[in-house]
């Protein structure tokens, strides 16, 4: 049977996007549907406007860190309508680089929502349809609030980069990454931040040390924040939303942002009546080449749910080209996925916790905290943290974590040898780079146990 594209994509996010134009640089007859604007989750309302934002809000310790090295700074006010015409203007044009990057390499693009009507078949908002040997879906997910009295008032991330103006004071309900990260950005641009996080400690399952420094350094520069606590109702009252917590408090911000996590974009696109299976969160259940129950269907990315970051979407476009396209059957690897957390401080961080390791084999636990240099000078009492939890049997690091300025930069480079499967001996003969925070990785003498 002959079909009008060899590869029809739903979804113009990172993963989609790859996907599109490497299939359709190797010959492929390409198709892309995008409902929204290209670049999805991570161009227009996630990692690149929230990492400009990270930036503009850094200058606030800047300036009084300049002071302490003997300039003369006169600070004016933060001027977020400026700040936000250039980001968004940063967002068009990156928009439209991916536009041009899918048009160079031959992808025929539909502006408009796509959804499945049998294994080959895709139909467009305006009812046409077309046919593909093989769909990839690739439509990403989409901020969850919970279910509580008000909650209609309440923004998310999406909404965070189009604020009118920005609020004097807010509540941020969450203890992920996002949450996290847009306490300390808005902490910094000078929003008073209060953060409510319904379990013992921010960011679960990272590394228990690792997250405690990150929570106490947040709390000492000026978040206020909640463990233990959720929201339980909020109403419209006088200069915001009155807001009732689980621990019976009642205190009034301008604004109120959940901070909830994500669900996979997967409703309304026929996916179940095309015989796809979705898993309890919504997501599409897919085996390690990306691929559904339904032999022409394929899914990365978000909507998947097994890693939600940006490279790994893009890696899962990758390597369903590989397969599908190129005749290299490639699975997706998974394990060793260096993150960061662009907190303030940020969290690098690879491989297993403190507590996941112990719980696998035993190890040695290497670990120092300090206060650094630059800081430390300007009287900053900040603290950072390096630690790496070894195997005793092989040696082999099994988890590197970092809390420090410049982290998210420091775990790229030390990803590389904890996947090549580098020892404690092989970081042991690296010579120091001397002054640096990250020196301290190579110079750890004796694991915490045995001091
Ligand atoms: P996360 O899943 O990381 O965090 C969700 C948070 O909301 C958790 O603290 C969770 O608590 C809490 N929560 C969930 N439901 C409720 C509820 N009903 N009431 C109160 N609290 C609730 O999601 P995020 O939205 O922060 O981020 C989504 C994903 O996006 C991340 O997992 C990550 O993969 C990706 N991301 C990556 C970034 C990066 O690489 N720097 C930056 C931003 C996002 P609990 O822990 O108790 O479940």
Redesign the pocket.
Known sequence: MAFDYDLFVIGGGSGGVRAARVAAQGGARVALAEESRYGGTCVIR??VP?KLMVFASEFRGAMTDAQAYGWTVEAGGFDWPAFRTKLHAELDWLENVYRGNLHKAGVETYESRARLVDPHTVELADGTRVSAAHILIATG?W??K?DLPGAEHAIT?NEIFHLDRLPKSMLI?????????FACILNGLGVEVTQ????AQ????FDDEARGLVSDEMIASGVNLHLGT??EAMEEGDGGYRVTATNGTKATFETVM?????APNTQQMGLEEAGVTLGRNGEIVVDQYSQTGVPSIYAIG?VTDR????PVAIREGMAFVETVFKGNPTPVDHELIP????TQPEMGTIGLSEDAARAQEPVDVYTTSFRPMHTAFADRPDRVLMKLIVSRASRRVLGCHIVAPGA?EMIQLAGIAVKMGATKEDFDRTVAVHPTMSEELVTLKTPVDAA
Do not use: H, M, Q
């Not at 409510?196 to 379990?199: A, I, L, N, T």
């Not at 993150?339 to 662009?342: E, K, N, S, V």
């Open positions: 996630g990692c929230k997910g901020p969850v919970p991330s309900v969450g203890g992920g990454y996002i949450a996290c990260e409510f996080y319904r379990g921010i960011l679960r399952g959720n929201i959940f901070a909830t996590g994500r978000d890693v939600n970051l940006t993150t960061a957390i662009f998210g």
